[in-house]
Each structure stands twice: as structure tokens, then as C-alpha cells.
């Protein structure tokens, strides 16, 4: 899966991280190949934000997305800003056919986002030993074409 070296909303940079980020940051929590974690940081002067991302889901051409914010900044909109251009760039660029999102119920600035960036409920799944009942949220391309129609 390519990387994007930049990628840009009005107010916020998506970009990977460096590798001092990485060492100091993202040491635990190295996505491997082929999917990627991007740094969200201010146009203004690259303030680390938050991250997102995109991991492939194994025997599928799908891909779960991450998205992640220092809880200082929350309800500024950079969560759904940088999401809407990572899922661009995943469904126009990358011709993923379908992105989902699996959030922890308790977090509800997670789920609000997932919505907000027109994304679907479909119910609560066992995930992992640390989300064991997860919500998911889907978005195909078909859909987020339409919504980009608006």
C-alpha cells in the first residue's frame, strides 16, 4: 500500500512520521507493512495533533482506519478534517472498496467522528482482547461518492 508523502486539509498536514517520531512516539505501535499510521499536525506550525491511519484486513481488499487525538485538542474538528482526507485519498487513490472503523463504546468522541465522516453503524463485534465487543462502522465507496456529491 503507498504511503502519501503529504497530504493537506485547510487547516491540518497528514504526513508519516520520521523516525525520531517514531522512536519516541510510535515505538509500541509500529503498523507493519502494508498499511501506515500518519502524523495530523497544524499548517501554522507543525504541532503534533493526533495520528491516523490505515491497516489492511487480512483475506480482504478492505481496510480498518485509526484515528487518534491528544485529548487537550478534542471538539476542534481536526479529527474529522484529517479523516475526510485520508478516506479520500483511500478510496480515490488507493481504490479501496471499503473502510471500517472499530471503536470502543465508551469512546464517544471515537463513534461521533466515524458519523460525522459518514460512516454507518452496524453493531457491536468482537474485535480484540482490548475492544472485546467493539462498535463498527462501515463506509463503501459507493457511499462516500454520493455524499461527496453534496
Known amino acids: 500500500m503507498k504511503v502519501p508523502e503529504?497530504?493537506?486539509?485547510?487547516?491540518?498536514?497528514?504526513?508519516?512520521?520520521?523516525?525520531?517520531?517514531?522512536?519516541?512516539?510510535?515505538?509500541?505501535?509500529?503498523?507493519?507493512?502494508?498499511?501506515?499510521?500518519?502524523?495530523?499536525?497544524?499548517?501554522?506550525?507543525?504541532?503534533?495533533?493526533?495520528?491516523?491511519?490505515?491497516?489492511?484486513?487480512?483475506?480482504?481488499?478492505?481496510?480498518?482506519?485509526?484515528?487518534?487525538?491528544?485529548?487537550?485538542?478534542?471538539?476542534?474538528?481536526?479529527?474529522?478534517?484529517?479523516?475526510?482526507?485520508?478516506?479520500?485519498y483511500a478510496f480515490i487513490k488507493l481504490k479501496i472498496p471499503k473502510i471500517v472503523a472499530h471503536i470502543h463504546p465508551e469512546n464517544t468522541h471515537g463513534w461521533k467522528v466515524a458519523e460525522r465522516i459518514g460512516m454507518k453503524y452496524m453493531g457491536h463485534v468482537q474485535h480484540n482482547e482490548f475492544i472485546p465487543k467493539a462498535m463498527l462502522f462501515t463506509i463503501k465507496y459507493e457511499e462516500y461518492d454520493l455524499q461527496r456529491a453534496y
Request: proline share 5%; hydrophobic share 35%.
Open 6 to 88: 503529504r497530504l493537506e486539509t485547510k487547516r491540518l498536514i497528514l504526513r508519516p512520521y520520521s523516525e525520531e517520531e517514531v522512536d519516541e512516539f510510535l515505538d509500541s505501535y509500529k503498523i507493519a507493512e502494508p498499511g501506515f499510521s500518519l502524523v495530523i499536525s497544524t499548517k501554522e506550525d507543525d504541532t503534533y495533533l493526533g495520528t491516523c491511519g490505515i491497516n489492511p484486513i487480512r483475506n480482504s481488499k478492505n481496510v480498518s482506519c485509526l484515528f487518534a487525538l491528544l485529548p487537550e485538542i478534542r471538539g476542534n474538528g481536526f479529527a474529522i478534517e484529517a479523516m475526510l482526507k485520508l478516506l479520500e
